[in-house]
């Protein structure tokens, strides 16, 4: 996330009330802080100051746009965080069509503990539009005047610890032609969250009508600079629900015409790439109904997508059962050095070799080497790595687990094999509670005896 030259906090008073109270930073305006009523500037405001908003202790904080007479919008720098069982809500009405926009083109929506909600009875349209990466997208991070190299948009919603956001009427992630170049990014981030999209359905004026859109304006494009990366990502427990009206992921073909505006299913979504769980989706070869289930069914009310919270340690892919899969996932982890907290096996807050050592040993309690995970490292394991014919094969990281990668560089080489009778565990049995080290030097001369049975083998 990029940041600006400075932060500038505009802290809720506590207490319920409307967002033009004088109830801010001890009783100010939000208009003597951000120069306006209607949301934030961002990197737009006259210092270049990223404005950080923020709504708790239980508050509730009205918007009521006929008021004065405008939409609600925040820009690229500004962030707005509803936290601790606080709640942001904006009602509309058929009273003026203006106030059914709402253009979020933030930096960050936080809803940690705290409500996104917007309301309204606008017949057939509910609360309207509620826009991430609107029209009002290039205000900030296109202008040479804001002090930040940051060449496209960069807006993430973040749902966590009962976080809600609701929204009785359309979601859309990417405004349609409105949607900027370069690259745009709208992730949102859910760990123990909840998005609820029932009840009005319709947006005057749009292609679709749904509960939520995802509109990709470059998808037809061969070259990948402009295409957006637009994701709802569950890393933790949650749900999704819409109405009838359902899900359209919409794109834009070679003749500039917007395709495929029928809803799909989560499992559709899921297959494109945009829903995921834990940062895998459908493209990476991961299994939908490992990560969630489904209640409805597209096309009625009420359709539920609920995140599959895995009780299993180790079982990354959430199938119940811990696999040569999960190691190799694991493994991989450890080779990104990005230090996905869902696989810090002995949380230690780092994913490194040490967590595959625990996964081997502790949770599935086996040996290196037990490359068909039967709980013993014998003769058995080398038929079948033999039988893939991968060891030392020149072919650099095609090798999994069951091929003969035990220590989770991507080969399969003498480096497993010193791994494996390092240990100790050929013909052991199964792992004990607490086991004897069979003498190294055995273990080493039988190691050498299969290189070199290997070696011949190979050649």
């Not at 033009?20 to 120069?35: Q, V």
């Amino acid at each position: 996330m990029v940041s600006s030259s400075f932060a500038l906090d505009i802290v809720w008073d506590g207490g319920d009330g409307t967002w033009f109270d004088p109830n801010w930073n001890e009783g100010d305006l939000m208009l003597d802080w951000t120069g306006r009523e209607d949301g934030a500037r961002g990197w737009a405001g006259p210092n270049g100051e990223v404005e950080n908003i923020i709504i708790g202790s239980g508050a509730t904080v009205t918007y009521d746009a006929d008021s004065i007479g405008s939409d609600f919008h925040m820009l690229q720098g500004s962030t707005l965080n509803i936290v601790d069982g606080a709640r942001w809500v904006q009602i509309t009405d058929a009273g003026w069509a203006e106030n059914r926009w709402t253009e979020m083109d933030l930096t960050l929506l936080n809803l940690d503990g705290g409500s996104f909600v917007r309301t309204g009875a606008v017949p057939g349209e509910g609360g309207g539009a509620l826009i991430f990466g609107s029209w009002k997208g290039d205000d900030t991070w296109s202008s040479p005047d804001h002090p930040v190299d940051l060449d496209h948009q960069e807006i993430e919603v973040r749902i966590t610890n009962g976080g809600r956001l609701e929204n009785e009427g359309q979601l859309w992630i990417g405004g349609w032609d409105d949607l900027q170049p370069n690259g745009s990014v709208i992730s949102f981030i859910i760990d123990d969250g909840h998005i609820d999209l029932t009840g009005g359905a319709i947006s005057a004026g749009e292609a679709a009508d749904a509960d939520l859109i995802i509109a990709d304006k470059f998808w037809a494009e061969e070259d990948d600079f402009n295409k957006p990366s637009l994701s709802i990502n569950f890393t933790g427990p949650g749900s999704l629900t819409v109405d009838s009206a359902g899900i359209v992921y919409a794109q834009k073909d070679v003749d500039e015409v917007w395709q495929n505006l029928d809803p799909i299913t989560y499992q559709e979504l899921w297959d494109a790439g945009i829903l995921q769980a834990d940062g895998l989706s459908g493209p990476d070869g991961a299994a939908f109904a490992s990560y969630f289930t489904v209640s409805g069914a597209l096309g009625q009310d009420n359709y539920t997508l609920t995140r599959v919270v895995n009780t299993t340690p180790g079982d990354f892919d959430n199938d119940g059962a811990l696999t040569a899969i999960d190691i190799d996932l694991l493994s991989a982890e450890v080779l990104a050095g990005t230090n996905n907290p869902t696989y810090d096996v002995n949380s230690d807050g780092s994913v490194t070799a040490e967590d595959r050592n625990a996964w081997v040993g502790s949770i599935r309690k086996t040996y290196f080497g037990d490359s068909n995970l039967d709980g013993q490292f014998d003769s058995a394991d080398f038929v079948a790595v033999f039988t893939v014919g991968e060891y030392e094969d020149a072919v650099a990281g095609n090798s999994t687990w069951v091929e003969g990668d035990w220590n989770g560089d991507g080969d399969f080489d003498s480096g497993d094999f010193v791994l494996a009778f390092t240990e100790g565990g050929y013909e052991a049995g199964p792992r004990p509670a607490v086991s004897s080290v069979p003498e190294p030097s055995a273990c080493v001369l039988f190691a050498l005896g299969m290189l070199g049975f290997a070696s011949r083998r190979r050649r």
